[in-house]
């Protein structure tokens, strides 16, 4: 339920985004989680300046953190000024010559976070899945559908998946490069999506989910094998996992959010060994047309 701002509140927004600089922070965490090396990177400022900024800032209720490995990424929290901040956010980027060089640099430093991930990938194509990977596989679902679009935004692993079908006489499976924030599939194509381990490498887990409802037909269902919510940070660095799993209820807030239905969750495999994996089913269907 949306709450009045106070007047109080109004003022001590104000006071805090008043700096040029915090504001340049805000408009930035806007759009992205960011590190202090990465707000380092696009704004040419030294880290205890930044760090301060996101104190006051922090202090305030504009920005809120999250700890990933060594570092904390931060971002605008949701109800931060009182709906006032993201008004003076809107007419603060025009006035801003900084804003649009900034937004250019941010893109950057995105892209390489993403190539980290990318070159990992690279690296361990055509072992990964017989050292680690609970629950795939792309080769059965090509057992038991018409035709299967795999996708993946590593090269390598295109190749290797490309040899591996061909070598098991599998014809019925497309690979193609892609992101999984933006899967290069047409609107309204495909009855299924499965991601397979795969949702807890995305930077942004809530717009892959909204390009599965993208790509689905009215009626079609997503399914989500993943890790459940664990505290191996190890996974951060063996691994190049941007998340260290998801609980039911996150998944379950994430599915409802574009629209998804009937959505069950339950854990499906309890890892013996240390560090205890257990994985995670997740279904829901996108409703069909009325």
């Known amino acids: 339920m949306y709450q009045k701002p106070t007047m109080s509140s109004i003022v001590k927004t104000l006071r ?10 805000l408009l930035l965490l806007r759009a992205e989680e960011l590190s202090v ?8 400022m030294g880290q205890s300046t930044i760090s301060t900024h996101l104190s006051q800032l922090k202090q305030a209720g504009l920005v809120e953190d999250r700890r990933t490995g060594k570092s904390n990424l931060y971002r605008l929290t949701t109800s931060g000024g009182g709906g006032v901040l993201e008004q003076l956010l809107g007419e603060a980027e025009a006035e801003i010559p900084e804003s649009g060089p ?24 055509g072992r990964l899945g017989r050292d680690y990977v609970p629950g795939n596989s792309w080769e059965g679902l090509a057992e038991r559908a ?7 935004t590593s090269a390598r ?62 009626g079609g269902r997503i399914v989500i094998l993943d890790l459940a919510r664990h505290r191996f940070e190890e996974a ?3 691994y190049a996992d941007e998340w260290l799993g998801f609980s039911a209820p996150e998944l379950e807030q ?12 339950s854990v499906v495999h309890k890892q013996a060994e240390a560090p205890h994996f257990q994985t995670l089913l997740a279904v829901a269907d996108k409703p069909g047309v009325a």
């Open 102 to 125: 900034d937004r250019i640099a941010m893109r950057h430093v995105v892209k390489k976070r993403q190539e980290k991930m990318r070159s990992f990938f690279d690296g361990v194509a």
């Open 16 to 25: 805090v985004v008043a700096d040029p600089n915090r504001l340049r922070i």
């Open 146 to 152: 018409v035709r299967v679009i795999a996708v993946d």
């Open 254 to 265: 994430m599915l409802a959010k574009p629209g998804f239905v009937r959505v069950q969750t």
């Open 157 to 218: 692993m295109i190749e290797v998946g490309r040899e591996e079908a061909l070598r098991n006489e599998v014809k019925n499976v497309e690979f193609r490069q892609g992101d999984m924030e933006e899967i290069p599939i047409g609107a309204g194509e495909v009855d299924l999506v499965f991601f397979s381990q795969s949702l807890h490498h995305a930077l942004h887990p809530e717009r892959a989910l909204q390009e599965a409802w993208r790509i689905l037909k009215p």
């Open 37 to 44: 090396a990465e707000l380092q990177e696009i704004l040419v």
């Open 236 to 238: 951060r660095e063996l």
